[in-house]
């Protein structure tokens, strides 16, 4: 079996019906928890499987931020993750048409769109005449070199299947990032790795390793309604090893217990977390497309 997988941007002005857009391709629940998950550079909003494709979501919340004359390096810092991402969606409002948004949004692509596919998501068709429709995805088609055209209603429904599938097949060939039995709990997994971090980060403050990335390896179910929950941190010297476990163990011992109030309280149920502490030198190696793409969860920092 040949299997893809990849990075799917959506980029849209705020409005333009990303959330309701991803609902449909990955799940309700997927997406709105995942809100909460910022990495690095790019903002993971869900894991969507077509066929033997597995496609991630990503976006970027500086994207939007108005700003005068970028320069190139700018550009791609504000667009973070999503230049890096192997497809890139520009959601637009059906009857709001060519904003001044939009133009600055196509403006800025140009610098950092080089190499990557990107496709043109109309939403909202269902607020429009089919002749409005067509004259604005012709005039947008002239503005920027799509690769394809997607009419969608992403509250109705509309489209939808088609944009999915034409992206599963944009991806490159790849294994997929993610096992397929984790996708469902992923966007859990990694918020609870994102709060041990912070807890991390708290505590250390300059004393925290550079490299330092925290794994949710195993999550069960227990009988009792609570969760039990194994994380790693991983460091890159054996030195910091030190730094983290602190006297006696003290302080992955604090973290531990402030992350797992926190998850507790997020979850709200009961959480026995245990943490562990590896050394991985060649994290950063096998890490290589996460953290180019700014995901460092799987192996790295998110
Ligand atoms: N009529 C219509 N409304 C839609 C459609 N898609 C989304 N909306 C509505 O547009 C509004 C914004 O949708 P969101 O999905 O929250 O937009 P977003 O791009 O994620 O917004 P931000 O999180 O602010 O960036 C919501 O009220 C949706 O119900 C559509 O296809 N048709």
Avoid: C
């Avoid at 629940?29 to 690095?40: A, F, G, L, N, R």
């Avoid at 890159?236 to 090893?241: D, Y």
């Amino acid at each position: 079996m040949t299997t893809r997988a990849g990075f799917v941007a959506l980029i849209g002005e705020p409005n333009a019906g990303k959330s309701t857009l991803l609902n449909r391709m990955v799940g309700a629940k997927v997406s709105i928890v995942t809100h909460k998950v910022q990495t690095t550079r790019a903002r993971i909003r869900g894991v969507a499987m077509e066929g033997d494709s597995q496609i991630v979501f990503v976006d970027t919340p500086g994207v939007f931020t108005p700003r005068r004359r970028l320069d190139r390096a700018m550009v791609t810092a504000a667009w973070g993750g999503a230049a890096d991402a192997d497809v890139i969606v520009v959601m637009v409002e059906a009857h709001r048409g060519v904003t001044e948004g939009v133009k600055r949004l196509l403006d800025q692509l140009r610098t950092v769109s080089e190499g990557r596919t990107v496709a043109l998501g109309i939403n909202k068709i269902d607020r429009v005449e089919a002749p409005v429709l067509l004259g604005l995805a012709d005039e947008l088609n002239k503005m920027f070199d799509f690769a394809e055209t997607f009419m969608i209603s992403a509250e109705k429904g509309h489209g939808v299947d088609d944009l999915r599938r034409w992206l599963a097949e944009q991806l490159p060939e790849s294994p997929w990032l993610y096992p397929e039995d984790q996708i469902a709990d992923l966007p859990m997994r990694m918020i609870a790795a994102e709060m041990t971090r912070e807890k991390l980060t708290l505590r250390l403050h300059q004393e925290l390793p550079y490299q330092l990335t925290v794994e949710t390896e195993n999550w069960e179910e227990r009988k009792d309604g609570s969760a039990r929950i194994d994380q790693v941190v991983y460091v890159s010297r054996p030195g910091h090893k030190g730094i983290l476990l602190g006297k006696k163990g003290e302080t992955i011992k604090a973290v531990g217990q402030a992350a797992r109030i926190e998850l507790e309280e997020f979850l709200g149920r009961k959480v026995h977390l245990f943490l562990q502490v590896k050394v991985r030198e060649k994290w950063q190696e096998e890490a290589e497309r996460y953290s180019e793409m700014g995901l460092d969860f799987k192996d790295g920092n998110s």
